[in-house]
């Protein structure tokens, strides 16, 4: 099963950034243990800070094998309508996940606009989010019987 773990704006200064909010795992810790954990899975990985790169990423989906997405888009999250439209142009399951909870912080970070068009939003679990991404995308596609061994 191949799946692509996307990370937008600010997310490569995880372990420096704000750690009280974000943790003190670097991206690379994380995107290692996600490896580690989860053998059955074939990993993509792809960060950037630019919006056009990460829809790029996901428009990659539609042409290359790839069963699912896990994205944490940053602050994207809450405003980027062009995020969205990628997203809901994909054929593959796409889980949103955060490592804070956006339900408990400011105003402006309460909102998702990409969330609507996502299997599942994952918020405040630190970096067990992405695990349990991976995890829900794994059971929702071998249910649904999709799969690129
Ligand atoms: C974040 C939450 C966003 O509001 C913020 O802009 C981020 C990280 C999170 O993982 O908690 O960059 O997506």
Known sequence: MKILVINGPNLNLLGVREPAVYGVQ????IEGELVRDHPEVDFSFFQSNHEGSLIDALHETLTNACDGV?????????YSY???DAVS?????VIEVHLSNIHLR???RKNSVIAPVCV???SGFGSEGY?????????HLTTAGHRHD
Do not use: K, M
């Open 131 to 139: 695990h349990l991404a991976v995890q829900t995308l794994y059971q």
């Open 82 to 84: 062009a995020i969205r």
């Open 120 to 122: 599942a939003q994952i």
């Open 106 to 108: 400011e105003e402006f």
């Open 26 to 29: 670097s991206l690379q810790d």
């Open 70 to 78: 896990v994205i944490n888009p940053g602050a994207l999250t809450h």
């Open 89 to 93: 142009s994909l054929r593959v399951p």
